[in-house]
């Protein structure tokens, strides 16, 4: 089983995407979630994850500040997604850190499917067509 935390303040955004990913990789991952970059590190450190998905612009600690503190205290996370819906300078600076996925909202569902399942080396229960 593949843990994923997903870090988004937005209570709305955060419960869709808890939905996406459970309901096109059932059993094959546990989902945690945390409500901004504080909480997400203090989850953080008591776990393990395989993936973290972390929205940007978020109060006390924004992604870019999250992102950066994962690489330098959580190296054995190898996979990060960053998503944003607000500045694409945002993800511009994200992808420059190295970080496997970003992603603009609305969504591309398919596509980030698809992108979950390939770095975590497991298939959806749904059909995705990428063309």
């Known amino acids: 089983m593949k843990k994923i935390l997903i870090v988004e303040d937005n209570r709305l955004?955060?419960?869709?995407?808890?939905?996406?990913?459970?309901?096109?990789?059932?059993?094959?991952?546990?989902?945690?979630?945390?409500?901004?970059?504080?909480?997400?590190?203090?989850?953080?450190?008591?776990?393990?994850?395989?993936?973290?998905?972390?929205?940007?612009?978020?109060p006390k600690i924004e992604g870019i500040e999250l992102i950066r503190k994962i690489k330098q205290q959580f190296r054995e996370i190898i996979h990060i997604i960053a998503v944003s819906g607000k500045n694409p300078y945002y993800l511009y600076l994200a992808k420059n850190m190295g970080i496997q996925g970003i992603f603009t909202k609305p969504l591309d569902k398919d596509k980030f499917l698809f992108t979950i399942g390939k770095l975590l080396n497991i298939e959806s229960k749904q059909s995705i067509s990428i063309l």
Do not use: C, P, W
Request: hydrophobic share 50%.
């Open 13 to 58: 955004e955060r419960r869709l995407l808890i939905h996406i990913l459970t309901d096109a990789f059932g059993s094959q991952v546990f989902v945690v979630h945390a409500n901004d970059g504080d909480e997400a590190l203090e989850i953080l450190s008591k776990t393990i994850f395989d993936l973290v998905i972390t929205d940007l612009v978020m």
